[in-house]
């Protein structure tokens, strides 16, 4: 029997290529590697900490499905699905949020930060949201969950939720595990010192950015001093970012990269760089603009997920709900 494997991005907006190294790539490979039972999920509950216009929401999902898909997962494979179709989501959040110490989640460095950065904005629902993402995790009894650095904090906490759950009311949950891959952390084309954000469009590489985007962002991209193409993250943090992305692409380790551009200055660097990122994006653009030609029926392959998560997720709510007395 294979081991569970869940993880969902959220609809907030355009993906850039960030989201697409990090995540995206990253679920296809787990996925056909064929060691998991992949479950993944658009994470439309969460979207809703920040501020969101109502009448994008649903193209916003939508959109999360069609770069799902347009990247290689396969509705076949994996189960693809809707987060806030799963009522079980947000039922056993409140359940967990009844376990859960406050100190554990005022410690969360995450929810620092964000209500620095987003001060009209600091809810309830951006507090409590790693207990959120517990519930994802803990409702499919998954044994891993793919995860960036700054998440582990997070699963951290899932993990403590469990082994108290479990201590409490019996074993229950399955203690889920980080599984971290190499990805490269990419910083803002415009401000190496701040990691690529859709808050920064024009340092922002998205997906579905056309050629003639993609080439004027690169070309408009910071440098460092003097023109040597060299990775130093201390001493040259543009030119390493730029590098990064060039490897991500290309599949080029970055001191053959390097080697190719000797003697070569910064401008003939960007234009290939831009034509690299151009090619590596082409059979993503490609394949989605294909899908949502068919919308009604990514949709529906959708539905189907639903309905497997939704089974699984009863499951194990009416499991929790004996432990804890409910019925």
Known sequence: MKSVLVSGIQPTGKLHIGNYLGALKNFVELQDSGKYECFFFVADLHSLTENFDPKEKKAQIDDVILSFLAAGL?????????????????????ILNTITPMG?????TQFKDKSESTTQNINVGLFSYPILM???ILLYDAKFVPVGND????????????????SKFGKTFLEPQALHTEVPRLMSLDDPEKK???????????????????????KRAVTDSGNEVKFDEKGKPAISNLLLIYSAFSGKK????EKMFIGKGYGEFKSSLAEVVIEGL??????????KKKLPQVLKRVEKGNKKAKIVASKKMLEIKKKIGLI
Request: include cysteine.
């Open 151 to 166: 998440q582990d904090q997070h699963l951290e906490l899932a993990r403590a939720l469990t082994r108290k759950f479990n």
């Open 134 to 136: 517990a519930s994802d």
């Open 104 to 108: 554990e989640l005022s410690r969360m």
């Open 254 to 257: 970055i001191k053959e990269i």
């Open 282 to 291: 082409a059979p993503f653009q490609k394949k989605k603009t294909e899908l």
């Open 74 to 94: 396969n509705a076949k494979k994996s189960t693809i699905f809707v987060q806030s179709e799963i009522s079980e989501h947000s039922e056993l959040a409140w």
């Open 196 to 218: 690529m954000s859709k808050s920064r469009p024009e340092g922002c590489l998205f997906l579905d950015d056309e050629p003639e985007i993609i080439r004027k962002k690169i």
